[in-house]
């Protein structure tokens, strides 16, 4: 198997990409199988089996790097650090994703489209739960679709393609779902592949480093778990969801679009400056 692994290294981007996954599935489906037959909560269930896949993840990713691309390295390699730096981006980013979602909501409240709601329970305890989601979330999909597929295309395409393909991989494994929910949920399609660029322009922008990127990811998820679990705001239905967010979700709507797009322009404008 050794053997095999390393001749993947002179395959195309695409090949790389499909064996790991079933390597990755090799592994998960032993552990993942047992779960969905003894697990009734669905809920439960989802948490198990995605919390076993992202751990599989990353126990097999550095096995990938050293027998595909004799890199021993590679979470380093594709732009996850222990250093000063990369926390002290990693907290610029959630500062810079906590403050664009507040902002979208106090927005909408100024604008009479939702309310302020005394929440029922300790703001804080929701403010602790959310950390876990935020963060796990932030570093499996910045670490998997930011580190290693972006990794896996930079190898054998420019740029550009590699910025556009990731993009895109993104929201498409998102949307694996029914025609007709594809169709309701559209709007979120556009805020995942706004998300996605700017986490690529945050990664190239940190000179392929990830914690800019996860940060902004974090923030964004901390922010909205908190104001929708703690129920802190209620829409006053005087626009439609298309506006304000499909399924409540904020960045599903014209106006977190908005948001994205103009924090996208942002993070655009400065990989332009870098260059220079």
């Not at 500062?95 to 929440?119: C, D, H, R, T």
């Not at 626009?239 to 103009?262: E, K, M, Q, R, Y």
Request: aromatic share 14%; with cysteine.
């Amino acid at each position: 198997m050794k053997n095999n692994l390393s001749l993947l290294a002179q395959r195309p981007a695409a090949i790389r990409i499909i064996v790991f996954f079933l390597c990755l599935l090799v592994i998960w489906l032993p552990i993942a199988i047992p779960i969905y037959l003894l697990i009734y909560d669905a809920n439960l269930m989802t948490i198990l089996t995605m919390g076993m896949l992202a751990i599989s993840f990353f126990i097999f990713l550095p096995r990938w790097g050293k027998l595909v691309h004799n890199q021993p390295q590679i979470y380093q390699h594709v732009g996850l650090e222990f250093t000063k730096q990369f926390a002290f981006e990693l907290l610029r980013g959630l500062a810079i994703g906590l403050i664009s979602i507040q902002l979208l909501f106090l927005v909408q409240g100024s604008l009479g489209w939702l309310e302020w709601q005394k929440p029922s329970q300790s703001v804080v305890r929701f403010i602790l739960e959310a950390i876990p989601t935020a963060f796990g979330t932030a570093f499996a999909e910045g670490l998997f679709f930011r580190g290693w597929i972006y990794d896996e295309l930079e190898r054998d395409y420019i740029p550009s393609v590699v910025l556009w393909a990731t993009s895109l991989i993104f929201p498409i494994l998102h949307f694996l779902k029914p025609i007709a929910e594809i169709i309701r949920t559209s709007p979120q399609f556009f805020g995942l592949l706004l998300l996605s660029l700017i986490c690529i322009w945050a990664k190239r922008l940190c000179r392929g480093r990830l914690g800019l990127s996860i940060g902004i990811h974090a923030g964004l998820v901390w922010g909205w778990y908190v104001v929708n679990v703690g129920k802190l705001i209620e829409y006053t239905g005087k626009v439609p969801v298309w506006v304000t967010g499909v399924n409540d979700n904020p960045l599903a709507g014209v106006v977190g679009l908005s948001f994205l797009l103009t924090l996208a322009l942002w993070m655009w404008s400065k990989n332009l400056k870098l260059k220079v």
